[in-house]
């Protein structure tokens, strides 16, 4: 099973700042990647699919990169509405696995 | 517009049985692989189950094969989960996800809470 480690699992941070988010695997898994983003009370929301592809409808600060083991979710200049738990999520192989999760909040 | 909307849910007692559906509208549901994904209180997301389009695939986690059937009905555009044997470890908010190209979940249902107590 490949297993993912988001670090960090909670981070504060002021609005207009950077954000950066980490994903890292188990094992090698190319760019099966995705990124998922979850509000209070609200499903899951794609983000990022393949490591670094944009979704239709996803505000452009929002970016992906890395491929193999490492993996990065950028979201630039930070807005009040991107208070979320962020995951992601491995396609590679069965089990298909998630993140732990990890809590953005605004400052 | 597309949608997913699941039902079934609620209280069930340990070692008892239930079934999920997921009523799927807005886009060819034929067309593509269909998931189930689980939340239990206060934690993260855990991958359940798949189907192909045809189900002539289907994939379970570990703690749920033997117990958890996925099941589907292209002419309603309709999911299901049939639960058996079900256990506290089960207690989760159940979402039902379309699966594009059988490996990210571009759509998501907006979740049937399952719990298990007695």
């Known amino acids: 099973e490949v297993v993912l480690t988001q670090s960090p699992d909670f981070q504060s941070v002021p609005p207009k700042e950077k954000v950066t988010i980490t994903c890292r695997a188990s094992?090698?898994?190319?760019?099966?990647l995705h990124w998922y983003q979850q509000k209070p009370d609200q499903s899951p929301r794609l983000l990022i699919k393949?490591?670094?592809q944009s979704i239709s409808g996803v505000p452009s600060r929002f970016s992906g990169s890395g491929s193999g083991t490492d993996f990065t979710l950028t979201i630039n200049s930070l807005e009040a509405e991107d208070a979320a738990v962020y995951y992601c999520?491995?396609?590679?192989?069965?089990?298909?696995?998630f993140g732990q999760g990890t809590k953005l909040e605004i400052k | 517009e597309v949608h997913l909307v699941e039902s079934g849910g609620g209280l069930v007692q340990p070692g008892g049985s239930l079934r999920l559906s997921c009523a799927a509208s807005?886009?060819?549901?034929?067309?593509?692989?269909m998931t189930w994904v689980r939340q239990a209180p206060g934690k993260g997301l855990e991958w359940v189950a798949s189907?192909?389009?045809?189900?002539?695939?289907?994939f379970y986690v570990d703690s749920v094969k033997g117990r958890f059937t996925i099941s589907r009905d292209n002419a309603k555009n309709s999911l299901y989960l049939q639960m058996n044997s079900l256990g506290d470890e089960d207690t989760a908010v159940y979402y039902c996800?379309?699966?594009?190209?059988?490996?990210?979940?571009?759509?998501w249902g907006q979740g049937i809470l399952l719990t298990v107590a007695s």
């Open positions: 999520h491995q396609s590679s192989s069965l089990p298909y696995t």
């Open positions: 094992q090698i898994i190319g760019s099966s």
């Open positions: 393949y490591a670094s």
């Open positions: 807005g886009f060819p549901f034929s067309g593509y692989w």
């Open positions: 189907i192909k389009q045809d189900a002539s695939e289907k």
């Open positions: 996800a379309r699966d594009g190209y059988g490996d990210y979940f571009d759509l």
